[in-house]
Nanobody
Framework: QVQLVESGGGSVQAGGSLRLSCVASGYSFSVSCMAWFRQAPGKEREAVAYIASDGSTTYAESVKGRFTISKDNAKNTLYLQMNSLKPDDTGMYYC?????????????????WGQGTQATVSS
């Protein structure tokens, strides 16, 4: 079965960095759309970044130039490098996948989710 396990969250001051990881299993990681979402307290979940099977990426406007999504197919691991963090970046970060979809990853509803990892940015 599909499993996604995130790690790497923590507490940092504004301007700092965090690197999130998501280890995937139970499906063909290398040929599936992957994404990072986040949810702040009292707000709806929002998409942060997507990566397609060919490595092409899409970002939310709010994180462009600061966050980088990447993956290591040999390790079945998805990453999110978060730099120049702001208090507004605080939230629970989730990785997600939709097996069988390889491109235009922003189009799909994601059916498989990890348990999330908390990132807290203080001012």
């Amino acid at each position: 079965q599909v499993q996604l396990v995130e790690s790497g969250g923590g507490s940092v001051q504004a301007g700092g960095s965090l690197r999130l990881s998501c280890v995937a299993s139970g499906y063909s990681f290398s040929v599936s759309c992957m994404a990072w979402f986040r949810q702040a307290p009292g707000k709806e979940r929002e998409a942060v970044a997507y990566i397609a099977s060919d490595g092409s990426t899409t970002y939310a406007e709010s994180v462009k130039g600061r966050f980088t999504i990447s993956k290591d197919n040999a390790k079945n691991t998805l990453y999110l490098q978060m730099n120049s963090l702001k208090p507004d970046d605080t939230g629970m970060y989730y990785c997600a996948t939709q097996p069988g979809q390889t491109s235009h990853c922003w189009r799909y509803i994601y059916g498989f989710w990890g348990q999330g990892t908390q990132a807290t940015v203080s001012s």
